[in-house]
């Protein structure tokens, strides 16, 4: 839905209320997930998805371009006198995935994981090998019946998977696919009921959906902040994308977009947050705590429901990085709550994504340029 | 080539006490190129500047080779040690070490019930002293020893302690003999602290600021027997690097790497390295990042008293590290 607006269209849809969108428009952003979903992206390898990414957000935004190391930076410049807080968001658009290692003889492919893919779930699935052109394979597991007595109860050790492509020859392969070769899982975006969907890289493809959604919503907003939305690389192999491009861009502050654990069976409760009750807010050394108070108090004014985070580590997301580059940038995380982490079938709701989109508009709206200089007075 | 390898190879460097090894390849620098600006930085790493236009490109290789450090002296003159950069205790059994001012030490074991039992920290150095005070005296608490230096050859094939990363300091000196005038500049550096966290590259790309960055190391190969998969073998060519633990190569960096072999006719193969950093982990990273690729040099026995690696392999390196440097899109490309 996002990319049949021009900047014109969006003007006249300021002109509506923005109060009663909660539930007739979860589904505005399915369009988009899904197609950033599908995208190929695995880290280190981003150009597929920022492409897509930034036709997305070129109408939405002054500018938008790819740094050095492919992270796609749109700003979207601040209205009235200066000065103008610089805000940073990020989510990163890197999925895990996996990298050809070494083709064998009968054609078949080794793979290394890239990022912590969950090597138990991958026999049975269906991939995409990203070579000079696409091909498509499958990960296979010896059948039940060829099995030794044990070898049912455990799970198929990682360098003993392959992939068949149907190939049965090494030296066609070998032209085809160059060793380092990204493969992805193939999996079409499915809508569950209650506006849940279930889909492959919804880690983090969620959060740069949301990125989208902000720069959506703030169309229809008056901001003073200079707004810099960063879909960053190479998260899932070390928050690398976050480190360089808060660096180059030196903001006041920044919230990172990510995704945190959905309540599952046989997760205990305090350590999977339920769907549709809102984004979760971070809260921990890694957040500024007056970051967020601010997310929460605006949370509140605007009646977007919330869940509150707390975690004493930094839980791996690109907050870890932000937070101290260059001098140290004041950095808050927002999670959506997500099942099947780092699976092929990862579970949100739409209802949350939407809803965080609207959450930090709204924050980046009453960004001034005092709240700013209190951030560095404790 | 053989010659400077040998000689760079035998120097004392371990990580954080690279002195020996830098005055060795300062020596070797000044004898190479009158017109290279010579320096040290603050950390220690040495930085030979060949002057250009405002395009920058570094290249790195790291001087520093693992070693012991000296944690605790007993009454009867045996010294505990801790390791500096990535030791296996099974490979240190028996192995012979030599101290800063000569000293030679072999490596003994407590006994033990059981072989699963041999941790580092059953290994004490035995320098043949019979007394703590002789032991002090002459490997006080915090000394270092490295691989005791010898160097062979077979065919091809050369023998010897701290290829890792002397041979890649070796491709450098040879580009540096070897490169006709190119309009940019190029800070060669020699890096120091890499085995123990890629620190020397990290201070250096902050301070030089390149637009461009190329590694060269030692890698895995998969060519002994019963080894773990890896499809890099000694001989079939300098290692491309497309991934390791720290660091994924820039998309078109690593092509034009390709490229280059390929129309060189230079042999290559494609590095997958599954444990492991090189340099180029904590380059990358680097302020805005740096777009940076990685040539390895195919290594056995890596962090071993004896490290072998094909002489052809190191000739192709240099030879594609110098074509490379020689592209007529190197930063427009970019």
């Given amino acids: 839905m996002l990319g049949i607006f021009s900047r014109g269209q969006q003007k006249l849809k300021g002109m509506e209320k923005t109060t009663n969108t909660k539930e007739d428009k979860s589904l505005e952003y399915l369009d988009l997930l899904r197609r950033l979903s599908q995208e190929q992206g695995v880290s280190g390898r981003e150009a597929k998805v920022a492409e897509s990414l930034l036709k997305t957000l070129h109408p939405l935004v002054d500018e938008v371009e790819r740094d050095r190391l492919g992270n796609v930076i749109a700003h979207k410049k601040g209205e009235g006198p200066d000065p103008h807080p610089r805000v940073m968001l990020a989510a990163h658009m890197d999925e895990i995935g996996l990298m050809v290692t070494q083709i064998l003889e009968g054609g078949f492919l080794r793979f290394t994981p890239v990022g912590g893919i969950d090597l138990r779930t991958l026999p049975g699935q269906e991939v995409l090998i990203h070579g000079l052109s696409p091909l498509r394979g499958v990960i296979g597991a010896k059948p039940p019946h060829l099995q030794e007595p044990g070898e049912r109860k455990k799970a198929i050790p990682g360098d003993e998977l392959y992939i068949d492509t149907g190939y049965s020859k090494k030296e066609e392969l070998e032209e085809m696919v160059p060793l380092g070769t990204m493969v992805t899982i193939e999996r079409d975006l499915q809508l569950l009921a209650n506006d849940l969907v279930a889909g492959k890289a919804l880690d983090n493809r969620a959060g740069v959906t949301v990125l989208a959604a902000c720069f959506q919503e703030l169309t229809r907003l008056k901001h003073r902040a200079d707004v810099y939305g960063v879909a960053t690389v190479q998260e899932e192999v070390g928050v690398r994308g976050a480190m360089v491009s808060s660096y180059g861009l030196a903001p006041d502050l920044a919230v990172v977009i990510d995704v945190c654990h959905g309540d599952m069976p046989g997760v205990a409760e305090d350590e999977g947050f339920p769907l549709g009750k809102g984004p979760a807010l971070g809260l921990g050394p890694h957040v500024h705590p007056r970051l967020f108070t601010t997310l929460k108090e605006t949370a509140q004014e605007i009646g977007v429901p919330y869940q509150v985070e707390p975690s004493p580590t930094p839980a791996g997301t690109d907050a870890w990085a932000i937070q101290i580059a260059r001098e140290g940038i004041p950095t808050a995380l927002v999670s959506l709550p997500l099942r099947y982490m780092h699976t092929a079938v990862e579970t949100l709701s739409l209802k949350d994504l939407k809803e965080t989109g609207r959450l930090l508009a709204a924050f980046i709206q009453g960004l001034e340029p005092a709240f700013v200089e209190g951030l560095s007075c404790y | 080539m053989k010659d400077t390898l040998a000689r760079l190879s035998q120097s004392f460097g371990p990580s954080g006490r690279e002195e020996e090894i830098r005055t060795q390849l ?46 605790h002296i007993d009454d009867l003159g045996f010294l505990r040690f801790s390791p500096v950069g990535g030791h296996d205790p099974r490979l240190l059994l028996g192995a012979r070490v030599i101290f800063a001012n000569g000293t030679m030490g072999t490596i003994g074991r407590e006994e033990l019930k059981d072989k699963e039992d041999l941790k580092l920290d059953k290994l004490f150095i035995d320098i043949g002293a019979s007394s703590r005070a002789e032991a002090e005296e002459n490997c006080p608490i915090g000394s270092m020893a490295v691989f005791a230096p010898h160097f062979s050859t077979q065919g091809s094939r050369i023998m010897a302690k701290a290829l890792d990363n002397r041979a890649g300091c070796t491709v450098l000196l040879e580009v540096i003999r070897n490169l006709p005038p190119v309009d940019y500049q190029i800070d060669f550096v020699f890096t120091v602290q890499e085995e123990v966290g890629l620190r020397g590259a990290r201070t250096a790309a902050y301070q ?51 490229e280059t072999a390929r129309s060189q006719d230079i042999p290559y193969q494609l590095e997958i390295l599954e444990r492991g950093g090189t340099d180029a982990g904590s380059i990358h990273l680097t302020r805005e990042g740096i777009p940076t690729g990685v040539i390895s040099i195919p290594t056995r026995y890596i962090h071993s008293p004896a490290e072998i690696i094909d002489y052809r392999d190191l000739k192709n390196a240099a030879l594609l590290l110098c074509s490379f440097l020689q592209h007529k899109d190197l930063f427009s490309s970019l």
């Fill in chain 2, 26 to 71: 300062t020596k070797e620098l000044a004898a190479l190129d009158k017109n290279l600006a010579i320096r040290t930085d603050a950390l220690g790493n040495l930085i030979a500047t060949k002057p250009g236009d405002e395009k920058r490109l570094l290249l790195a290789a790291h001087m520093d080779e693992i070693a012991l450090l000296v944690t």
């Fill in chain 2, 208 to 258: 030089l600021q390149p637009h461009l960055a190329v590694a060269v190391d030692v890698t895995r190969t998969g060519d002994t027997p019963e080894a773990p998969v890896m499809a890099v073998e000694l001989g079939k060519g300098p290692a491309i690097k497309v991934k390791d633990r720290s660091f994924i190569s820039h998309p078109r960096v690593k092509d034009l790497l390709e």
